[in-house]
């Protein structure tokens, strides 16, 4: 939606639509299987990020890369924008749509602090996490602690 695609009431407020470049969105952690989504966004030249790519190619490295990346004159900063289906359903299981092979705890605060010290970044939301799902609060706690490890050390 905030590319521009979607619903127009929510991607044209006020007209200022699209929000973002297609360019300027990175994607981490789509699962390795998902070839047709994978396809679909390089296709729009949205650069995507598998878990199996951050596993290889490490997540600290890929998010100093990134965040590097966005030291740019033409952008005012960047938003980091956290789904907590990027987890794995093991560790995270209080998703709606929970997919196998995603990432664990460990790599996503690596994947996290980097972005989160830069100067550049502006701010960071957490979606998709389901309260519903999680009656004892459990998945709930890990995330706020993967948020306040990310922060602790940046």
């Given amino acids: 939606m905030a590319t521009g695609r979607g619903q127009t009431d929510l991607t044209d407020l006020e007209g200022l639509g699209p929000y973002l470049r297609d360019e300027d969105v990175r994607l981490f952690g789509i699962r390795d299987e998902f070839e047709e989504d994978r396809a679909e966004l390089a296709a729009l030249k949205i650069p995507v990020v598998t878990v199996g790519d951050v596993r290889e190619w490490g997540a600290d490295a890929l998010a100093r890369a990134t965040a590097q990346a966005f030291e740019i004159p033409q952008l005012a900063g960047f938003w980091v ?8 359903p093991i560790v995270m299981p209080a998703v709606d749509s ?5 990432l664990v705890a460990d790599e996503l605060i690596a994947l996290l602090r980097p972005l989160l010290a830069s100067p550049h970044c502006v701010g ?3 979606t998709i996490y389901d309260p519903d799902l999680d009656p004892d609060g459990t998945a709930g706690a890990l995330l706020a602690d993967i948020i306040v490890s990310a922060f602790a050390e940046s």
Avoid at 81 to 88: E, Q, T
């Fill in 81 to 88: 924008h956290l789904d907590a289906d990027v987890l794995d």
């Fill in 124 to 126: 960071l939301n957490v």
């Fill in 98 to 102: 929970p997919d196998p092979n995603g």
